[in-house]
């Protein structure tokens, strides 16, 4: 078989945990070992699994292929601790399901995140707590999807992705000063520093992939008036006024763009979320997404000083 080389596309690792929904093979595995969950899967090796919270991004984000045929923009490849094995019905089910992914690392227990950097990975999305957090760690851009699957259209045919700020698409200095100095010492770091960028976070290089999507669909667009740009990206931010102004500067720094933000000023992002219905948002405190994650597939990026214990939450 020729060499493929995975450079210059979206690479996407993601865990059969968080394109499937399996509570019903986890709770086995819980209860009664992992002889009992080898049982289980061969028994149900055709019984196609149910799709899991991250499922209509994935779907969406591999539709666009399209863009160009016989080259992929987007590679998505499993990466889980089952082994190769128990890891048949995943495969069968993305067969099932009609998901375009043929590449698939099973690790038998061992945590599959090392393996992110060999394969050229944007991002790794997983239900396990305890991967994500030393994915992280190790300064690789991984998040920990929450909640149950959420009702997906099969004929809305966009994607919209919802980002929040600091602590995801930056770093986290200014969360730091607010855990400290409060909102008042917050606003007044933000004014004294609005011409400084911020540090990148860990999703800024995703974001810039994304906006590489969105590139090639211009171009589509200028080929062909009638095509609909499908991608569509949103920050969703408590910052307000002043402090949005840093925000925006370090976006243009960074050479990364969105279509539309919002600077909510701590109102409750879950009411955005139930109009902007982005097929998945990332966020850096697990408070939040406990309102947005029962209607919008949500992602906790656990990183900087708010995730290193019982923080209030910040500006972000």
Same mark, same amino acid.
């Not at 128990?86 to 038998?108: C, D, N, W, Y």
């Not at 992280?136 to 992705?161: K, N, T, Y």
């Not at 050479?255 to 933000?261: R, W």
């Given at each position: @078989?020729?060499?493929?080389?995975?450079?210059?596309?979206?690479?996407?690792?993601?865990?059969? *945990?968080?394109?499937?929904?399996?509570?019903?093979?986890?709770?086995?595995?819980?209860?009664?070992?992992?002889?009992?969950?080898?049982?289980?899967?061969?028994?149900?090796?055709?019984?196609?699994?149910?799709?899991?919270?991250?499922?209509? &991004?994935?779907?969406?984000?591999?539709?666009?292929?399209?863009?160009?045929?016989?080259?992929?923009?987007?590679?998505?490849?499993?990466?889980?601790?089952?082994?190769?094995?128990?890891?048949?019905?995943? @495969?069968?089910?993305?067969?099932?399901?009609?998901?375009?992914?043929?590449?698939?690392?099973?690790?038998?227990?061992?945590?599959? +995140?090392? &393996? @992110?950097?060999?394969?050229?990975?944007?991002?790794?999305?997983?239900?396990?707590?305890?991967?994500?957090?030393?994915?992280?760690?190790?300064?690789?851009?991984?998040?920990?999807?929450? #909640?149950?699957?959420?009702? /997906? /259209?099969?004929?809305?045919?966009?994607?919209?992705?919802?980002?929040?700020?600091?602590?995801?698409?930056?770093?986290?200095? *200014?969360?730091?000063?607010?855990?400290?100095?409060?909102?008042?010492?917050?606003?007044?770091?933000?004014?004294?520093?609005?011409?400084?960028?911020?540090?990148?976070?860990?999703?800024?290089?995703?974001?810039?992939?994304?906006?590489?999507?969105?590139?090639?669909?211009?171009?589509?667009?200028?080929?062909?008036?009638? +095509?609909?740009?499908?991608?569509?990206?949103?920050?969703?931010?408590?910052?307000?006024?002043?402090?949005?102004?840093?925000?925006?500067? *370090?976006?243009?720094?960074?050479?990364?763009?969105?279509?539309?933000?919002?600077?909510? #000023?701590?109102?409750?992002? *879950?009411?955005? @979320?139930?109009?902007?219905?982005?097929?998945?948002?990332?966020?850096?405190?697990?408070?939040?997404?406990?309102?947005?994650?029962?209607?919008?597939?949500?992602?906790?990026?656990? &990183?900087?000083?708010?995730?290193? #214990?019982?923080?209030?939450?910040?500006?972000?």
């Amino acid at each position: @078989m020729p060499s493929y080389s995975l450079e210059n596309r979206l690479v996407i690792g993601i865990a059969s *945990s968080a394109l499937f929904d399996l509570k019903e093979s986890d709770a086995v595995f819980r209860r009664k070992g992992e002889e009992a969950y080898r049982t289980y899967q061969r028994e149900n090796l055709d019984d196609t699994l149910r799709p899991g919270v991250a499922f209509p &991004f994935i779907r969406r984000i591999l539709s666009l292929n399209d863009l160009r045929p016989g080259d992929p923009l987007v590679e998505v490849i499993i990466l889980s601790r089952n082994d190769p094995d128990t890891g048949l019905r995943v @495969m069968r089910s993305i067969k099932a399901h009609e998901l375009p992914i043929s590449r698939a690392v099973f690790t038998q227990g061992r945590a599959p +995140y090392r &393996f @992110m950097r060999a394969l050229h990975m944007s991002l790794f999305l997983s239900a396990d707590e305890n991967d994500v957090r030393e994915a992280v760690a190790a300064g690789l851009p991984a998040g920990r999807v929450l #909640g149950s699957a959420v009702a /997906d /259209d099969p004929a809305d045919r966009e994607l919209r992705i919802a980002f929040d700020f600091d602590g995801v698409l930056a770093g986290d200095e *200014s969360e730091r000063v607010f855990q400290q100095d409060g909102l008042e010492g917050f606003r007044a770091h933000e004014a004294l520093n609005v011409t400084t960028p911020h540090d990148a976070g860990p999703l800024r290089d995703f974001l810039r992939e994304v906006n590489k999507l969105q590139r090639r669909e211009e171009e589509r667009r200028r080929e062909d008036a009638d +095509y609909a740009i499908r991608v569509h990206v949103s920050i969703v931010t408590a910052r307000n006024a002043p402090a949005h102004e840093r925000a925006v500067l *370090s976006l243009n720094n960074w050479g990364v763009t969105v279509n539309d933000a919002f600077f909510l #000023g701590g109102v409750d992002k *879950s009411s955005i @979320m139930d109009v902007l219905k982005p097929h998945i948002f990332f966020d850096d405190q697990e408070s939040h997404l406990e309102g947005t994650s029962r209607t919008t597939p949500s992602v906790h990026i656990p &990183f900087g000083v708010v995730n290193q #214990g019982e923080l209030r939450g910040g500006p972000e």
